[in-house]
C-alpha cells in the first residue's frame, strides 16, 4: 500500500471519487459545446481562414513575397520555425521526463500538454516546407529517395537533413506516445455511449478491453516510450541549434547552443503550457484536476529554465569578449546596441527578468500574474530567436551588404496561419478528446487525491 | 479453438481489496481467467502471476534494426554510390551519421514496440472486444472466472469464495458466439 505524506499537497482536490473522475472528463467530450468554446473555436478558425490567404499567396508566387533579401535569408519563418518546435518541448518532457523521475503531478496535465506538442510541432514544420518555396517537390529534398535529377542523395553532413529526420522522428513518436494513452480514455466514453458515438470511439479506443495482461503491457510501453523519448526531446533542440551552430556565422558559431536551446525550448514549453492550461482548466471546469499546486510546480520549472537561459545569454557575451575575435565581439556589441538593441532587450527583460518575479510565492501562485508572465516569455522567447537569426546576419562581412530585415503583410499572414492552425486544432481537441488522462489520474487518486490525505 | 461464453465475475470496488482478493482466490484452486481495471493496478501482475512482458525485448530488436538500417543507409549513399567532397571531410564522415542514425533506432524501436503491442494485445480499430462490465472502464474491478474451466469445482462455492474475498457483486455473464 502507498502512503502519502501528509506535507505533498494533495493532487486531486474536492473529494472525487472513480466516478467523478470519469465524469467530469467525459462530460466535455459528451455534452453541446458552450458559447465560449464555439467563439474561441470560430476565432481561431478566421485566423487561420485569414492567414491562408498569405500562405496561398507565399505558395503562388514564391517566397520572394517575404521580406528577405540578400543578406538576411532567414527571418521570420526560421524564428517561427525555431519558436514553434520550442513550445513543442514541454509536452513530451511532461510525460516522457516527468514519468521516469515519477513525478505523479503530471498526470493530470500530460494528455493536453502532448496535444499541444504535436500541434506546435505540426506549426513549425510548416516553415522548413513554405520556405522550400515548391514544397509538391521538397520530398527529394528532404527525404533520402531516389530521383532523376541526377541520381543525388540528400545530404547527410548538414545540419538540415538531421532536422528532418529529428523532427519527423520527433513528431510520429510524441504521437504515438499520446495515441497510446488516449486509448484506454476512449474506451471509457465508448462505455458511456450510445449510437454513432459508440462506433466512433468504438473504433478509436482499437478495442481496448482493460485486462490486467493489457495492462501490464500498456505500462511497460509506457515506460519504454519515455526512456525512448527523453533522449529524443534533448536531441531534437540540440539538433535544431546545430542548424546555427555548425555554420562560421559569428554569433551563430557557438558550442553553448545545444544546452541553451534545450533550457529555452522548455521554457517557451511550459510557458504555453501554462497559458493553455489556465484557460482550459476554466472553460470546463477542472479547478479540481489542474490546481493551484500543479501551476505553482510549471512556474518552478519557469524559473529554473529561465535562469538557465539567463546564464547562457551572459555566458554567451563573456565568451565572445574572451574569445579575442573580433568579428565575434562585434556580433554581440551589435546585438546589444546596434540597430536592433529593442529585440536585444526586449529578449533580455522578458527571458531574463520577468521570470525571477515567480521567486515571489505570491506571484508564482497567482493565476493572472502567472498567465501575464505566460505570456510574457513567449513574447520573449520569439524575440530570443529573431536576435539570434537576425542580427547575427543584418551585418555581413562586406559592409555595402549591410541591411536591415522588414517584414512584409506575408510575413505576418504565414505566422498569423499557423496561430490559427494551432488554437484550431488545440479546440477540436479539446472538445473531442478527453483532455485529462482519466486512467492515470484514477491510479494516483486512491494515494494522493484530497479524499484519500483525510 | 472454440471460446469459452461462460463466466462469473466478482466486482471489485478498492485496488488493495482486489490485490488481496486474487492472491485469496487463486490459493483457493479457482482459476482467474482474467481481471479487467480501469487504470493499472500495481502489482496485480504479480499475484496473478503473469510473467513479465517481453516487449522490451521488442523495442531492442527494433532499435537495433534502426541503427543498422540508418548507418548502411548513409554510408551506402554517401561512400560508395555517389561520393562527393562536402565541406572538404571525409566521404564516410562518420561522426555526421550519428544524429540521423539515433533518429531512426528511436523511431523504429517506438514504432516496432508498439506494433507488437498493438498485435499482442489485439488492439485495431475494427476489433470488437468482450465487454463483461461497461463499468470497468469507469469505477469498477472485475475478476472473470471461467465456469468451463473450472469444472471441478462447484459454481455455487466459485461466488461463495469471491463473496468472502470482498466482491461487492457476485454476476453471472454469458457471451453468446
Not at chain 1, 542523395?153 to 510524441?174: M, R
Not at chain 1, 479546440?427 to 478527453?434: C, D, E, M, S, T
Not at chain 2, 465475475?9 to 479487467?36: F, N, P, T
Not at chain 2, 472486444?129 to 462447484?154: C, E, G, L, Q, W
Request: aromatic share 16%.
Amino acid at each position: 500500500m502507498q502512503v502519502t505524506s501528509s506535507v505533498r499537497e494533495p493532487l486531486v482536490t474536492g473529494g472525487k471519487s472513480y466516478h467523478d473522475v470519469t465524469h467530469d472528463v467525459s462530460r466535455q467530450v459528451e455534452g453541446k459545446p458552450s458559447l465560449s468554446w464555439f467563439l474561441a473555436f470560430l476565432t481561431a478558425a478566421g485566423v487561420l481562414g485569414l492567414g491562408s490567404i498569405a500562405l496561398i499567396a507565399t505558395l503562388w508566387e514564391g517566397i520572394g513575397m517575404w521580406g528577405l533579401n540578400k543578406t538576411i535569408g532567414w527571418a521570420w519563418d526560421i524564428t517561427n520555425f525555431v519558436w514553434w518546435v520550442g513550445i513543442g518541448h514541454a509536452g513530451t518532457l511532461i510525460s516522457a521526463v516527468l514519468l521516469l523521475f515519477r513525478q505523479k503531478w503530471r498526470t493530470s496535465i500530460n494528455r493536453a500538454a502532448e496535444a499541444m506538442t504535436i500541434f506546435a510541432v505540426i506549426c513549425a514544420a510548416m516553415f522548413p516546407v513554405i520556405h522550400m518555396g515548391r514544397p509538391w517537390l521538397g520530398a527529394y529534398w528532404a527525404l533520402p529517395l531516389p530521383n532523376t535529377f541526377g541520381s543525388l542523395w540528400v545530404n547527410f553532413n548538414s545540419p538540415l537533413l538531421w532536422d528532418v529526420f529529428a523532427i519527423s522522428t520527433y513528431f510520429s513518436v510524441s504521437l504515438v506516445f499520446w495515441y497510446i494513452g488516449l486509448i484506454p480514455d476512449f474506451a471509457t466514453i465508448r462505455d458511456r455511449a450510445t449510437g454513432l458515438r459508440k462506433t466512433i470511439y468504438g473504433a478509436l479506443s482499437f478495442g481496448w478491453d482493460g485486462a490486467a495482461k493489457t495492462w501490464m503491457r500498456y505500462e511497460s510501453v509506457s515506460l519504454i516510450l519515455a526512456g525512448l523519448a527523453t533522449p529524443l526531446v534533448l536531441s531534437v533542440h540540440t539538433i535544431v541549434s546545430f542548424d546555427f551552430a555548425t555554420s562560421v556565422i559569428p554569433g551563430w558559431h557557438t558550442t553553448i547552443f545545444p544546452p541553451y536551446f534545450v533550457a529555452g525550448a522548455i521554457f517557451s514549453g511550459f510557458a504555453m503550457v501554462l497559458t493553455l492550461m489556465i484557460i482550459t482548466r476554466k472553460v470546463f471546469k477542472l479547478e479540481d484536476y489542474i490546481t493551484m499546486g500543479h501551476i505553482e510546480l510549471m512556474n518552478i520549472v519557469i524559473i529554473i529554465t529561465g535562469s538557465i537561459v539567463g546564464i547562457a545569454y551572459i555566458t554567451e557575451f563573456f565568451i565572445a569578449w574572451y574569445s579575442g575575435v573580433a568579428a565575434e565581439q562585434y556580433a554581440f556589441i551589435n546585438r546589444a546596441t546596434g540597430p536592433y538593441w529593442w529585440a536585444y532587450w526586449s529578449m533580455m527583460t522578458c527571458n531574463v527578468i520577468s521570470p525571477q518575479l515567480f521567486w515571489f510565492k505570491k506571484i508564482r501562485t497567482s493565476i493572472v500574474a502567472t498567465f501575464i508572465l505566460s505570456l510574457v516569455v513567449n513574447i520573449g522567447m520569439w524575440f530570443e530567436r529573431f536576435v539570434i537569426i537576425v542580427t547575427s546576419l543584418h551585418r555581413d562581412y562586406l559592409p555595402s551588404s549591410w541591411a536591415m530585415f522588414y517584414p512584409t503583410w506575408a510575413d505576418i499572414g504565414v505566422y498569423l496561419f499557423t496561430f490559427g492552425l494551432f488554437f484550431t486544432l488545440f479546440f477540436l481537441f479539446a472538445k473531442f478528446f478527453p483532455v485529462i488522462n482519466m486512467a492515470e489520474v484514477k491510479s494516483v487518486l486512491k494515494s494522493s487525491s484530497e479524499k484519500a490525505a483525510k | 479453438m472454440e471460446r469459452d461464453t461462460h463466466f462469473v465475475l466478482g466486482v471489485y470496488e478498492d485496488e488493495d481489496v482486489l490485490l488481496d482478493a486474487v492472491k485469496q482466490v487463486r490459493s483457493s484452486g479457482v482459476k482467474i481467467h482474467e481481471v479487467y481495471s480501469p487504470y493499472p493496478v500495481h502489482g496485480l501482475e504479480h499475484v496473478l502471476g503473469y510473467k513479465r512482458s517481453r516487449l522490451p525485448i521488442a523495442a531492442f530488436l527494433f532499435g537495433m534494426l534502426g541503427t543498422s538500417l540508418a548507418l548502411t543507409m548513409q554510408f551506402y549513399m554517401m561512400k560508395f554510390d555517389w561520393p562527393m567532397i562536402i565541406g572538404g571531410k571525409d566521404y564516410a564522415a562518420f561522426p555526421d551519421f550519428i544524429p540521423v542514425s539515433f533518429e531512426m533506432t528511436v523511431l523504429l524501436a517506438a514504432f516496432g514496440m508498439v506494433g507488437v503491442f498493438m498485435v499482442s494485445s489485439n488492439l485495431k480499430p475494427w476489433a470488437q472486444p468482450r465487454i463483461f462490465d461497461v463499468r470497468i472502464t469507469d469505477d469498477k474491478h472485475v475478476m472473470a472466472i471461467d465456469i468451463a474451466n473450472n469444472s471441478a469445482m462447484d459454481q455455487e462455492k466459485i461466488k461463495e469464495i469471491l463473496k468472502s474475498s470482498g466482491a461487492t457483486e457476485v454476476n453471472n455473464k454469458s457471451f453468446d458466439e
